[in-house]
């Protein structure tokens, strides 16, 4: 997983053409916008998603926990949307097996045409996808369960998130990890935007709202293009922000035996985070951060 430093917005306000301004206005374009032919969720997984950085993570901190010699072979996506992770976990290791879990029906499906259908028909019987609730337990226990892009945000409340937890536990082997990732620093806590141009489109993450007395943030993924077409809102996320310390006091109150975070280096020549994730019991904080906490069985 790469992190990206946010970026503060420029403020002022739009001027807006008066009429009869012909600058001002915007010439239709002959046939369908770069917008209109583009796959949001294509867009998501190139923007977003490093399923073998990931699992490579996965791996690290697997190893740091039970050694070296043991492996870990089955795997469980939670809130797994097109399963790209769980897909490229079976493509590891042929002795690797995985389910994806999510409520929405839409990127299950447009996961198994895009993302099952590269797998070979092997690698396909070693994959299950369910479309339900990650709250609901789950045969058979699985040696991790990772639930990424900060999606467990979705639980607002305490009891909400322990619910979660506790079942999560509960589907474990008896050494079995659970990992999940976290944002934070002072730019996580106000309203931004922050641009990252790719090849082909540029994508805004957007922070519209963040509420200090609840802990709710609101925001948005956009998607833009080089005709000047735009996918405004293709993503939108009604999130509570939790922190490193309730995470972990709520996997030990879950009964997680020990819990870890895995705090993010810097590359001295662009000062961004390089990708390299090491357990730390303090760190220095940030504008902007990701880390990711694990919880042991």
């Known amino acids: 997983m790469a992190k990206d430093k946010h970026k503060k917005p420029k403020k002022g306000k739009d001027k807006k053409p008066k009429k009869g301004d012909k600058k001002g206005k915007d010439k239709k374009p002959k046939g369908p916008t ?16 490093e399923p073998d950085a990931d699992i490579d993570f996965f791996l690290q901190a697997y190893a740091e926990v039970y050694g070296k010699e043991r ?35 839409e990127p299950l499906e447009w996961g198994r ?10 690698q396909q019987s070693r994959l299950t996808l369910i479309e339900g609730d990650v709250r609901v337990k789950r045969a058979p226990r699985v040696d991790i369960t990772a639930a990424q892009n900060f999606s467990y945000y979705c639980f607002k409340t305490r009891a ?16 079995g990890m659970f990992v999940v990732d976290v944002f ?3 730019e996580a ?30 925001c948005h993924i956009h998607f833009s293009f080089k005709d000047k077409s735009e ?38 020549e662009t000062e961004e985070g390089n990708g390299e994730f ?4 303090t760190a220095e904080n940030e504008d902007a951060w990701i880390a990711y906490v694990i919880g042991v069985r």
Request: net charge negative; aromatic share 12%.
């Open 189 to 218: 806590q106000t309203a931004m935007d922050e641009d990252t141009k790719h090849d082909g489109f540029t994508y805004t993450w957007d922070q519209e709202r963040y509420d200090p007395i609840s802990g709710e943030i609101l």
């Open 34 to 49: 770069q917008a209109d032919l583009a796959d949001r969720y294509a867009l998501y997984q190139r923007a977003v998603q």
């Open 113 to 122: 045409k895009h993302n099952v259908s590269q797998l070979n028909a092997e």
């Open 231 to 268: 996918i405004k809102r293709a993503f939108t996320y009604d999130w509570r922000q939790w922190t490193i310390p309730e995470v972990r006091e709520l996997l030990a109150e879950a009964g997680f035996s020990e819990s870890h975070a895995y705090w993010e280096g810097t590359d001295e």
């Open 184 to 186: 934070g620093g002072p």
């Open 160 to 175: 909400e998130l322990l619910a979660y937890f506790k079942v999560v536990r509960s589907g474990l082997t008896e050494h």
């Open 71 to 105: 492996k870990p072979h089955t795997f469980r996506e939670d809130f797994c949307a097109a399963a790209n992770t769980a897909c490229h976990w079976v493509k590891r290791d042929p002795a690797n097996k995985a389910w994806g879990v999510d409520l929405d029906p």
């Open 278 to 281: 090491t357990r730390q019991a």
